[in-house]
């Protein structure tokens, strides 16, 4: 019943075909069968089909089952790395590392891992002959329509950090974020932005050999990369500079929009100084500085796709400010 879909390419003609089934739930029944089988993958082409899959559930509907996101990403040294993502970021099912070899993208199984799903709760084992997967040359493929999920993501560039901002930033993984999860309204805003990942980077000191000091640069002066360290040397000398491994940076930096993904990132800078403050005065500077970073993202994006801005900056706005009373009480 599902063979149909791998011979459609466009997403469009995917969802007029689905529109046109007519048992719908025998169809839903079929792809989630399919994603049983292809979710554990061995090799390029498995995958692909995997995304398909997903694909084509996003538009027909898992139904009971948990929907999942498949994605294409990079793993910390480049390498693609594929995994399937819930509406609160949580994996499931296979998650692999692969490595380029001269015939084509292959597993490197040693930095792969299995996690179990309320569909498919207890790891599997490997499937036979799976590490002697043929090498495949063929673009791995993520899924270009992603399932309804809570748009803001706060995430941190490097886990150092002054130990001030500890309980801050566990706030915000165990406190801030799940309540984003649960209370951002992402079937009401549209469909165009998948993600708004907010970086925070902090300042931190661990030894003389690992430190930085963030300076924060004056926003007027609209500095560029390659002004930084000049415009530094003009405030610290060079030995002040090392010494207390200063670093100049906008408290804001924003990147571009990728449509592909419905992704756009901006980048948050925190000084020691900040890290200094009470924790209740961290939490609310640093939720200003994230409303002001999704207000101009707002402002930019806004003209150029269809996107409910409003609500959920209204709905961001209400659940920081619920964060910061929990801090108060």
């Not at 995997?50 to 990403?73: F, K, N, Q």
């Not at 924060?216 to 610290?236: G, N, R, T």
């Not at 939490?283 to 269809?306: P, T, V, W």
Request: contains cysteine; charged residues 25%.
């Amino acid at each position: 019943m599902i063979n149909k879909i791998f011979e459609i390419s466009g997403l469009d003609e995917l969802g007029e075909y689905l529109s046109a089934v007519a048992d719908r739930e025998a169809m839903r029944a079929s792809l989630h069968a399919g994603f049983l089988k292809y979710s554990q993958y061995c090799n390029v082409v498995e995958w692909n089909a995997s995304v398909r899959i997903c694909e084509a559930l996003a538009i027909i509907g898992w139904g009971t089952h948990e929907p999942l996101e498949a994605v294409r990403g990079s793993w910390f040294n480049g390498n693609p790395e594929t995994y399937y993502l819930t509406r609160d970021a949580k994996c499931r099912c296979n998650d692999a590392v692969w490595s380029k070899r001269k015939t084509g993208y292959a597993i490197d199984y040693d930095l792969s891992f299995y996690h179990g799903s309320p569909d498919n709760p207890l790891p599997e084992p490997m499937r036979i002959g799976c590490r002697e997967a043929e090498p495949q040359d063929i673009p791995l493929c993520s899924q270009r329509n992603w399932i309804p999920k809570n748009p803001i993501r706060i995430v941190r560039s490097l886990a150092n950090c002054y130990e001030g901002s500890r309980p801050v930033i566990e706030s915000i993984e165990n406190e801030l974020q799940p309540a984003l999860n649960r209370g951002m309204r992402p079937g009401l805003y549209g469909s165009a932005i998948n993600q708004i990942v907010i970086n925070l980077s902090f300042s931190f000191y661990d030894n003389c050999h690992c430190k930085t000091n963030y300076i924060i640069a004056d926003e007027s002066l609209k500095l560029k990369k390659a002004d930084f360290y000049p415009k530094l040397l003009e405030m610290y000398s060079a030995k002040e500079i090392d010494d207390n491994g200063y670093y100049l940076r906008n408290r804001f930096s924003y990147g571009a929009f990728r449509k592909d993904t419905g992704t756009v990132r901006v980048h948050i800078v925190l000084e020691r100084e900040f890290s200094q403050l009470p924790v209740a005065e961290q939490k609310r500077l640093l939720s200003g500085y994230m409303i002001h970073a999704a207000e101009q993202l707002a402002n930019r994006l806004r003209r150029k796709i269809d996107y409910d801005f409003p609500l959920m900056l209204s709905d961001f706005k209400s659940i920081l400010s619920a964060w910061n009373c929990a801090s108060s009480n």
